[in-house]
């Protein structure tokens, strides 16, 4: 028997399709096998596809998968899956709650935008080392480490015109590796970062959320404040609305519907 699935792309963190981070969202009454979660994720390929199951009014079961392996907290796609929520399923309520492998998730209404409740991260210092110099083509001024890998360079210029070697990534045990600078004097943004994940077949992510659960505590402590703005310096480039509050860290963005469409699967 044939059951089809629907299934929709949200560019995340985006001012508009074609910007931010696509992300794939697939509303479940109830969980396939993981083998299939796992099948429609490497069949998307995109950064992440995320898979939802109700359980209560407002409440959802959140699980995200990278072309590879499941993940355990993405903030792009938590903001897509948000918005099919709130736009798609017609969820007339102002916060959405997910239960997640990273715990209990938030997203709320903010105007225009979406508003992200996360886990704050910070990161402890490590040693910097030629590997991390190879891998990210410049020299860091200091490393930071958690699940993630935070690399702090000179200035901006750095980063944006950064080029990584992206086989050297593999040689670092993390998940993601942040490159990060304050941003310019008198510019728009207060931190500036690019993301590569290459052990779970993402070059180079376009906006991360979950990376800004280190960048945020580490920047509101270097800059003192707990309001930031961040851009993420990839091709299609995302901005986030960041702030520091007490353990957790909010993240607001906008989102923009890219595609509805249908999975036909066999035999489900």
Request: net charge negative.
């Amino acid at each position: 028997m044939q059951r089809s699935y629907k299934l929709y792309q949200v560019d995340a963190f985006a001012e508009g399709v074609f910007s931010g981070n696509p992300a794939a969202v697939v509303p479940l009454e109830s969980w396939l096998p993981d083998e299939t979660l796992a099948a429609i994720a490497e069949e998307n390929n995109l950064s992440e596809t995320a898979f939802f199951v109700p359980v209560e009014p407002g409440c959802y079961h959140l699980r995200w998968f990278t072309p590879t392996f499941e993940i355990d907290l993405c903030g792009h796609a938590t903001l897509a899956s948000a918005w099919v929520v709130f736009n798609e399923l017609r969820f007339t309520g102002a916060r959405i709650r997910f239960e997640s492998k990273s715990g209990p998730l938030f997203v709320e209404k903010d105007g225009d935008m979406l508003a992200l409740d996360f886990p704050s991260w910070p990161p402890e210092r490590v040693e910097v080392t030629q590997a991390m110099t190879r891998a990210f083509g410049a020299e860091p001024l200091e490393a930071w480490a958690g699940r993630d890998l935070l690399c702090v360079f000179a200035n901006e210029d750095v980063i944006r015109t950064m080029q990584p070697d992206h086989a050297a990534f593999h040689t670092l045990p993390y998940v993601c590796n942040i490159a990060s600078a304050q941003g310019r004097a008198g510019g728009e943004y207060d931190f500036v970062s690019r993301v590569f994940c290459p052990e779970v077949g993402i070059p180079e992510d376009p906006v991360t959320g979950s990376a800004h659960s280190l960048l945020t505590p580490f920047w509101a402590a270097r800059l003192g404040k707990t309001k930031l703005n961040a851009c993420q310096a990839s091709k299609r480039g995302g901005r986030l609305f960041c702030e520091l509050k007490g353990d957790r860290v909010r993240m607001a963005g906008r989102a923009a519907l890219y595609m509805r469409g249908e999975i036909m699967l066999e035999g489900e």
